[in-house]
């Protein structure tokens, strides 16, 4: 008896666990790259130099293979809620099916409809339009990832709802939105983003100016990709506090948890 109620939660937590490691290989790198995507566009139209031009159009191939990646992952894991975690779905839906619903509005609308001006928008709107599109491409991109962080840290802190006849009803919206775990989870996911972004950013141009193709090119994408990286890492210790301080909270819920019902 207890293999068979414990196998099927064992392989759907093994099967989970296997979606989401594939997800977060891909989407990190799709945020970080999108707003560097945006500051190379913002810096060919300033300067006007076009080997930002061809920086931004060699790295946004790069982008587009992961953003692909991260849609397949992303859908798939969003069918594993209600494939793997029936019960669970069902019980938090009043919340986490709106969260979710968020996330699909912004992830596969707003950000969809202006990659699409992106990728095949060039030389076809206007630049000011284009570059409206890439900014809101990459807006769109974080705004998705808040609602996934919304959805993973309100799990570990469910504020805001009272349980009631086995479903999560929303009390309050805004404590459930920006429940504690939350607050702490995304600015902490962004930065990591950025951190990735930038050193993929500076590896591929220093593996191509270290193969002597396109050096000058690449040399020129180099510096800002360093001095990004520069700045991301300065504020790496904020970014591992935040981290800590997050595994410490959770640390601390299963004892709070115990102690408010009398337990050891």
């Avoid at 006007?48 to 991260?70: C, H, M, S, T």
């Avoid at 469910?158 to 009631?164: A, C, D, F």
């Avoid at 520069?230 to 299963?254: D, K, M, N, Q």
Wanted: glycine share 10%.
């Amino acid at each position: 008896m207890l293999v068979e109620n414990t196998l099927p939660i064992l392989l759907s937590r093994l099967d989970f666990a296997w979606i989401t490691s594939m997800h977060i290989l891909w989407t990190p790198l799709t945020i970080g790259v999108s707003w560097i995507l945006f500051g190379l566009e913002v810096a060919w139209l300033r300067s006007g130099d076009e080997r930002w031009y061809r920086l931004e159009r060699f790295f946004e191939k790069i982008f587009i293979v992961n953003f692909g990646a991260g849609v397949a992952t992303g859908v798939t894991m969003e069918m594993a809620f209600g494939i793997l975690y029936g019960p669970f779905s069902q019980a938090a839906g009043p919340f986490f099916g709106n969260i979710l619903g968020f996330e699909t509005i912004t992830a596969f609308m707003y950000e969809a409809g202006f990659i699409g001006l992106m990728i095949f928008g060039w030389n076809k709107i206007g630049k000011g339009m284009h570059l409206f599109s890439t900014f809101n491409v990459a807006l769109a991109s974080s705004l998705s990832a808040y609602w996934i962080l919304v959805a993973n840290s309100w799990m570990q802190t469910p504020n805001g709802v009272v349980l009631k006849d086995g479903i999560f009803q929303v009390t309050n919206w805004w404590h459930a939105i920006f429940n504690d775990n939350a607050v702490w989870g995304f600015p902490h996911m962004w930065m990591a983003t950025m951190i990735l972004g930038f050193f993929v950013l500076a590896s591929v141009s220093a593996w191509y100016i270290l193969k002597n193709r396109h050096a000058d090119l690449f040399t020129k994408m180099l510096k800002p990709a360093v001095l990004g990286l520069g700045v991301c890492l300065w504020e790496l210790p904020g970014t591992l506090w935040g981290g800590a301080r997050t595994g410490r909270h959770l640390a601390r819920i299963p004892h709070e948890s115990r102690a408010s019902h009398g337990g050891p």
